[in-house]
Structures are given as structure tokens and as C-alpha cells.
């Protein structure tokens, strides 16, 4: 037999969290997280692809030096080499900066999200309450044919489906730091739990769970150990 929770999460009656919370997450928090999420696919890559351009030009300096006619196609490769090291963490930055302001912008509404996490023996549950504008309310009314159909869309947008982590087969990934635990599945999708909204009991616990089921999916990088 299952229940629903204020945010529509789903429990079994015979099986209680180990944790349960709900909460918001600060506009801080958010891009503390996205700096983590960016630093564990996006910088790596681009030092392996910068490294690799950098070869090219400690090459091509070494045929400067050894074939002299070649100078000029030379110099111009490693122009276009050093070019390109410039673009990649040009676009690092921006893409930091940007999503830092779209973050901003939307910072009232973020807040006012709620979260709840409910944490098991071997996975996790998450859900959502997703806070709508009365402005952007009456915008999908406007777009929507009756009322049933604006009842129904904006009931899929403030309650998306209930996400569910199994630690032990799907492959989820966990970072913690001194202030959050960062959870991810795939390359494009994160999951930010906040350690604020836990007693220090409660952490320890969560992390012990993590360990367990994760063992090398889970990563402590927090500075003071």
C-alpha cells in the first residue's frame, strides 16, 4: 500500500527512511554545486584536450629548430593551437558566468522551490514542488484550450515525476563538500542536497549509506577531512 507526502512522494508503509527532509536551496548552494558538476566533466576534458594542444606546439617548435624552411607553417599551427587553448576556457568561464546570471535572474522563484529527500538502505527518493508566478500562471492559461488541459500542465509542472535512485544499480555518483552532497546520474543532470538541513548525526549516516552501496561512485573532496 503506498501514500503520498505533502510533495507527492511516494512511500511504502512497511518500509520507513532512514532520512527524511524537506527543504529549498539557496542560490549559493545551487552554483557551488554547478562549479563541482562543471569541474568533474568540463575541466578535466579541457586540461586533456589543452595538454594535448600544448604537445602540438613543443613539436612544432622542435621542427622550427630543425627544419627552418617550415617556420612559417609551423608558427601559424601553433598560433591556431594556442588559439584554441584560449577559446576552451574562454567558454569555461562564460558558461560559469552566464549560468551564475540565469541563476540570478530567476533567484526569487528558485528559492521559493521545495524540495523533499527521503533516503533508504540502498536508494533514494527525491521530489519536487516546482513555484509558479501568478504572472506565468496566467501566461499557460493563455496557451491552453480549456481549463482541464492548463489544470493538468501546470499540475505536471509543479509536481515532476518523483525521481528514484537505486545506489546500488544505477549507476549514481555522489560528491560531497563542506557544504553540500552533490548527486548525478548522467553528465547533464544534477541533484543538490544541502548539508545544512542535516544534524551532524544525520550526515554522518547519509554518508555511510553512500559509502556503502557506492564505494568508488562516492567522493569526498571536502577540505578539511
Not at 629548430?65 to 617550415?70: G, S
Not at 548525478?184 to 547519509?206: G, H, M, Q
Request: charged share 30%; glycine share 2%.
Amino acid at each position: 500500500m503506498e501514500s503520498k507526502d505533502t510533495l507527492g512522494l511516494e512511500t511504502f508503509d512497511n518500509e520507513e527512511p532512514v532520512i527524511a527532509k524537506e527543504y529549498s536551496v539557496d542560490i549559493e548552494t545551487y552554483k557551488c554545486g554547478f562549479e563541482i558538476f562543471q569541474n568533474m566533466f568540463a575541466k578535466k576534458r579541457n586540461i586533456i584536450f589543452t595538454v594535448l594542444l600544448l604537445l602540438v606546439c613543443a613539436y612544432n617548435v622542435y621542427l622550427i629548430t630543425a627544419y627552418p624552411d617550415y617556420m612559417f607553417t609551423c608558427v601559424l599551427i601553433i598560433l591556431i593551437c594556442l588559439s584554441l587553448v584560449f577559446i576552451i576556457w574562454n567558454n569555461a568561464r562564460l558558461l560559469k558566468k552566464n549560468f551564475g546570471r540565469s541563476l540570478d535572474d530567476i533567484k526569487g522563484d528558485l528559492e521559493k522551490d521545495k524540495y523533499e529527500l527521503k533516503i533508504f538502505d540502498t536508494y533514494l527518493k527525491l521530489a519536487s514542488e516546482i513555484y509558479v508566478s501568478d504572472e506565468d500562471k496566467k501566461n499557460l492559461r493563455d496557451v491552453m484550450e480549456t481549463d482541464e488541459a492548463y489544470e493538468k500542465e501546470l499540475e505536471s509542472y509543479i509536481h515532476p515525476p518523483v525521481t528514484v535512485m537505486n545506489l546500488k544499480t544505477d549507476n549514481v555518483k555522489i560528491i560531497e563538500n563542506e557544504n553540500l552532497f552533490l548527486l548525478y546520474e548522467k553528465k547533464t543532470v544534477f541533484y543538490v542536497i544541502p548539508k545544512s538541513i542535516l544534524s551532524e548525526e544525520e550526515c554522518n549516516k547519509a554518508r555511510e549509506i553512500f559509502k556503502k552501496n557506492l564505494e568508488g561512485l562516492f567522493k569526498d573532496i571536502s577540505k578539511s577531512k
